[in-house]
Structure formats: C-alpha cells, structure tokens
C-alpha cells in the first residue's frame, strides 16, 4: 500500500476561535474557506486548517489510492482509528508512537506511477 504526504495539514484545539485570531490578527494569515467548525488559512505551498477539537494537535495528512486498504494496513501495524469518517471526510489514525494524521483517499495522485 502506497502512501504520500499531502500539503494539507490541520491544527485542532478547544479553543479554536482564539487560535484562529491569534493566527489571522497576530500572525497575519487570511481565513480563505470557513466551515463551521473548520477555517482555511491562507498558507501557500501548504493548505491549514484550524478545527475545533477537544485536545491541542497539528495533524498532518498521509494520501492513499484505497482508503479501506489503507485502514486495514495501519491497524494491522498497531495504529489506532481515532476517528473514521470515510471517503472524503475525517480520517484520523494515531500511529504506534502517538503521533496522529488524517488519511485522505487520493487515487489520482498516485496515477502517475
């Protein structure tokens, strides 16, 4: 099973209107999708998003050309779902060492191969 990083990243906090404003107000970054409970800052190369979550985490985001396959490989590899939307939506897995990323369904990005 292949897997890519993406330029997505996500930062996730209880307090995710100040994190917002500190990083448009204080930082300078411009909201450029807002979506409760999720704003798009305005970060080329990368995309950032702020969500709303109950603990302090950035998450990055891993591609792959099969969602399923994908969950299947990770948990058999000691990940642990930590919230599973499905195609096109949420896909959080923490990795053995604690660390957590979003799992995106992409087959064209691996087209090329």
Request: proline residues 7%; contains cysteine.
């Amino acid at each position: 099973m292949p897997f890519k990083f993406s330029r997505c990243f996500a930062m996730e906090h209880p307090q995710h209107e100040k994190l917002i404003d500190f990083y448009t107000d204080v930082i300078g970054l411009k909201a450029v999708q807002s979506g409760s409970p999720q704003v798009e800052l305005d970060t080329p190369p990368v995309r950032l998003f702020v969500d709303k979550g109950e603990r302090q985490a950035l998450i990055f985001e891993l591609l792959v050309p099969d969602l399923n396959m994908a969950r299947k490989e990770l948990e058999d590899n000691g990940c642990e779902i930590v919230r599973w939307e499905g195609r096109g939506k949420t896909c959080y897995v923490r990795d053995p060492f604690g660390f957590l990323f979003n799992v995106w369904e992409d087959p064209e990005a691996f087209a090329t191969e």
